[in-house]
């Protein structure tokens, strides 16, 4: 069940950014079961935000991978946080739409990574991102690839030519989206 304040939230910023409503509660349900609380380390995330430079933070090097230690040159927000906080906070996913910390900081975000369990900051960031992969997939993948996208980063297809997170698609189909995935089945 989605509580009010969530819903409110999601009603605003999906007529913000022009998100179908039943897609943002069906990814809400999907990744926190409406925890506004929801929190996970990613270790294996890869994708990290350097602020100093305000673009993608470089290739990690092997050893630096899966590591509790942030190398020396990422950045941080200093009277924030460390840098070793940074660099795990931007590889958590937090709150009710569980986004990931480094996208979080590549929109903007500058508060420290809990104030992501605020529904009002984790749902406008987690729209924004939404409305981001809708441009980019959009077009030919319909929601469900966006959903993917939100997913996995970008839409990826096995050898059997189904989504790689195709159960992650049909999760949120059957918290309510099914009706916006229909067209990435007529057009496959």
């Known amino acids: 069940m989605i509580a009010d304040k ?5 009603e605003n910023y999906s007529k913000l950014f022009h998100i179908p409503l039943q897609l943002i509660l069906a990814i809400i349900m999907t990744e926190s ?7 996970r380390t990613e270790a294996h995330y890869r994708y990290l935000w350097d602020l100093r430079k305000k673009a993608p933070f470089r290739t990690l090097e092997k050893h630096e991978r899966n590591n509790e230690i942030a190398p020396k040159d990422f950045g941080y927000i200093r009277g924030l946080s460390s840098r070793n906080t940074e660099w795990i906070g931007q590889q958590a996913s937090w709150g009710c739409m569980q986004v990931m910390g480094a996208v979080a900081r590549e929109y903007g975000f500058t508060e420290a990574f809990p104030q992501l369990s605020d529904p009002g900051q984790g749902i406008y960031y987690g729209c924004k991102h939404l409305d981001t992969l809708r441009n980019v997939w959009f077009e030919k993948y319909g929601w469900a690839g966006v959903a993917a996208a939100y997913n996995a980063g ?10 790689v997170n195709q159960h992650y698609v ?12 229909k067209r ?5």
Not at 154 to 163: I, M, N
Not at 184 to 188: D, G, Q, R, S
């Open 154 to 163: 970008s839409v990826r297809f096995g050898k059997d030519c189904e989504l």
């Open 170 to 181: 049909d999760t949120v189909a059957g918290h309510g989206a099914a009706d916006l995935f």
């Open 33 to 39: 079961s409406g925890s506004v609380w929801a929190w």
């Open 6 to 10: 969530i819903q409110e939230h999601a």
């Open 184 to 188: 990435m089945e007529a057009t496959a």
